[in-house]
């Protein structure tokens, strides 16, 4: 191992990030009603990340695998606080509230750890091949932009005191081309050989799938697909994917470059 890499935490917190959201996805998917099979099922997308971190990590597997996730919980708590409506929850409810924020935290922490432990205890040293980063970036991708879109979004509506339509599709836009850029950013950085192509491609695919899981939470089905929706997806997933890649280039020659030849 090569010690802490802060490009690689912030690569775990994307897939972890990801890894829940998938976990989500699926409920959503699949109709899940209970409570417990959601908070598994983003244990289980937590620990999917877990794993895919640890194989992408520079340095301490585990350890940014669980930094991570903490951040990812961070986040969900800081939002929930930080908008009218979580305020409200944590007035109104604070015991269901905690309860919540306690079990995610238990989710997204112990899904991560427990990831990266298998992949670091089976799999031994990460592999130096770029391959791989077609996965990496593509569920980096699809994690930072979930991420990313929240907070734009946040910020759009908080700006406006109102959740407008066009507040909410700034948001959506503005994330979705920060997300992609931040997590090339960090898959360059971490990468043990150039990523150029596989990043492309795993931007690609990651921004598809977030505007897919849009498409879904909208209303639109899993099952249903138009021709405005397929082509938003393609749409947005070519410029997601040139996003990634300009993110990749730029984490790539100034810190993963010298890393591999370290």
Partial sequence: MRGFSFASVVLSYFLVGGGMFVGLLAAGLIKVESEMVVYALMAAGAAV??????????????????????????????????TEVGKLLWHVAPDATMKFVGTIGVAATGGAIAGAFVSEKLLGEPSASSLPWLLYAALATFGACVLATVFASVLATSAKNEADVESLAAGL????????????LA?????????????????????????????VLAGGGAKTSDGDATTAIAVFGVLGAVVTLIGTLIGWFTVGKRNAQA
């Fill in 49 to 82: 990340g877990g794993f895919v971190a640890a194989r992408a990590s520079l340095g301490s597997t585990i350890l940014e695998a669980a930094i991570g996730a903490v951040a990812v919980v961070a986040t969900v708590v800081g939002l929930a606080a930080g």
């Fill in 187 to 215: 898959s360059g950085a971490s990468a043990r050989a150039r990523p150029l192509l596989t990043c492309l491609l795993g931007g690609g695919l990651g921004t598809a799938g977030f505007v897919y899981l849009i498409k």
């Fill in 173 to 184: 836009i503005a994330g979705m081309g920060i997300g992609a850029l931040l997590a090339g």
